[in-house]
């Protein structure tokens, strides 16, 4: 039987996307790709993408009659499937704690609430139409939950992040949402200290924290937040060093809003 690569369902401009698909550029996996529009058409909530991912999430990594539903999960295959290009493969046990508790860390940390508050403050229109998509989602989920689409708590748990969302959204001021989000992406990034111990965070192989932190980075960049959250300039030269390597670029990192793909949905 001739080998089949994996199948990666993401969105081009999903924040965990990127997450997926640099930990998989980084390990040479090649992998099939397919690409949702998550916006306009909202494929994550149709029935044939419930049955591959329940959540309703990209990235979703389908390998034979396995689906990784997390960028985390994804992120632990690549490493699993390539160990020696990773520096967890020699870790000892206190170097594997850290990384473990910087990835748990970055988990945590509600990349959607920085990134839309700080597109929301340049962009007053988005203070609007963001809340209303959301209402929209809800909508849609509660007419598939009426008319008893499949895995039903599947889709009531999706509705209530949704409306979990939309009360974030609406709720607070703007200015104090991301006062406290700012303060939460300062603690982030301290954590993982002033500079790389080598070209990546460890040494001279990347790792599971070192993917979370280019991405994250990245997105910082990508919202102009890098001054704000005070960045230590060894983090900024790593960005830009990781920038110029063939694996980023073909990872779709996004380092700068692209509006044009963000309408065409690709």
Same mark, same amino acid.
């Given at each position: ?34 690409? /949702? +529009? ?11 993408? %419930?049955?591959?991912?329940? &959540?309703?999430? %990209? ?5 034979? +009659? ?11 295959? &690549? ?17 594997? =704690? ?17 990134? $839309? ?12 139409? $963001?809340?209303?998509?959301?209402? @929209? ?11 008893? =689409? ?9 509705? &209530? ?12 001021? /703007? ?29 001279? @192989? ?9 991405? $994250? ?13 005070? %960045? ?35």
């Amino acid at each position: 039987m001739a080998h089949r690569n994996p199948t990666l369902y993401h969105a081009a401009s999903s924040y965990y996307s990127m997450v997926a698909r640099y930990a998989l550029m980084l390990s040479g996996i090649e992998y099939q790709s397919h690409l /949702l +529009d998550i916006h306009k058409k909202r494929e994550q909530l149709k029935d044939w993408y %419930v049955v591959i991912n329940p &959540a309703m999430t %990209v990235p979703a990594l389908q390998v034979g +009659d396995q689906v990784l539903g997390s960028s985390t999960e994804i992120v632990q295959y &690549a490493i699993g499937s390539r160990p020696e290009q990773w520096f967890e493969s020699a870790a000892s046990f206190e170097q594997q =704690a850290h990384i473990t508790d910087l990835v748990h860390l970055h988990e945590s940390f509600e990349v959607e609430r920085l990134s $839309f508050n700080a597109f929301m403050q340049k962009l007053p229109p988005l203070r609007l139409l $963001f809340p209303r998509l959301l209402r @929209k989602i809800c909508k849609q989920l509660s007419e598939q939950i009426e008319q008893g =689409a499949p895995d039903l708590d599947a889709l009531k748990a999706k509705l &209530a992040l949704n409306q979990s969302r939309l009360e974030y959204f609406t709720g607070a001021p /703007l200015g104090v949402r991301q006062s406290e989000q700012l303060n939460l992406a300062q603690a982030l990034v301290n954590a993982f200290g002033e500079a790389p111990a080598g070209q990546w965070l460890c040494g001279d @192989k990347p790792s599971h924290a070192d993917v979370v932190l280019a991405v $994250f980075l990245a997105r910082l960049k990508m919202v102009g937040l890098l001054d704000q959250v005070q %960045v230590p300039r060894a983090w900024v030269d790593y960005l830009e060093q990781k920038t110029q390597t063939s694996a980023f670029r073909d990872a779709d990192i996004w380092v700068k809003l692209q509006p044009l793909r963000l309408l065409s949905h690709r």
